[in-house]
């Protein structure tokens, strides 16, 4: 049983291009919601945590869904440098944080 | 800013043999991780640490893992007798109280041959 699904990717888009990101997870006790990207062989680094809300961080705009256990992540006018793979991130309960297995992004010129 | 280091960049070694991969979390954070991610696939919990001991550990951490917290800045990962299938990258976490945020270490890449 997969834990925190992502879609499988890669996505290519062309610069400017919006590209959205979809995670579902399974256990519906999961307290928090994370995405994180991470570039080749580099360590994951947080992109912003997700609220019930939703929040936006400039190009960036995440949204939670609690009912359908589904988070997603939209990238507006996407740049070279946004090029990464994205990870889906959720708190159990406890401190067991599961990564979903990401979702690679490449952006052309 | 503040920031996890981890030691060795790269570690090599025959298997069998023990290795120790150290981190120094940022300096107030209570809550401590070891994770790892094996090349092409995701990352993977190993191991929480709160309190000088271990709060949660996943299938992935058995016997020949520990983890310890040896003075008030290193936090260790040591594997005994490592196996082919250990090579990995290891990234090590923390996080401060009361905050979800963890902030990772640029990561040891073992390599067991």
């Known amino acids: 049983r997969k834990e925190v699904e992502q879609d499988p990717g890669p996505f290519n888009v062309p610069e400017g291009a919006t590209v959205a990101f979809n995670c579902t997870y399974s256990?519906?006790?999961?307290?928090?919601f994370f995405w994180y990207r991470q570039d080749c062989r580099k360590e994951p680094k947080l992109l912003m945590s997700?609220?019930?809300s939703g929040n936006e961080d400039g190009r960036f705009t995440a949204q939670l869904n609690r009912a359908s256990q589904y988070i997603s992540l939209l990238i507006r006018d996407s740049k070279l440098s946004d090029s990464a793979t994205y990870l889906c991130v959720v708190r159990d309960y406890g401190q067991n944080f599961v990564f979903g297995p990401g979702t690679r992004l490449s952006v052309l010129p | 800013e503040p920031e996890v280091t981890q030691t060795p960049s790269h570690q090599v070694t025959q298997m069998g043999q023990e290795v120790i991969l150290r981190c120094v979390p940022i300096s107030n954070h209570l809550y401590f991780y070891w994770y790892r991610q094996i090349l092409g696939q995701k990352v993977e919990f190993l191991v929480s640490f709160y309190n000088n001991e271990i709060s949660e550990k996943s299938e992935i951490f058995d016997d020949q893992f520990s983890v310890e917290r040896p003075d008030g800045s290193n936090f260790t990962l040591k594997i005994r007798s490592t196996k082919l299938e250990d090579s990995a990258m290891y990234f090590c976490a923390s996080r401060g109280d009361n905050t979800d945020t963890q902030y990772f270490g640029p990561g040891t890449r073992l390599t067991v041959l």
């Open positions: 997700v609220y019930s």
């Open positions: 256990n519906s006790a999961s307290q928090s």
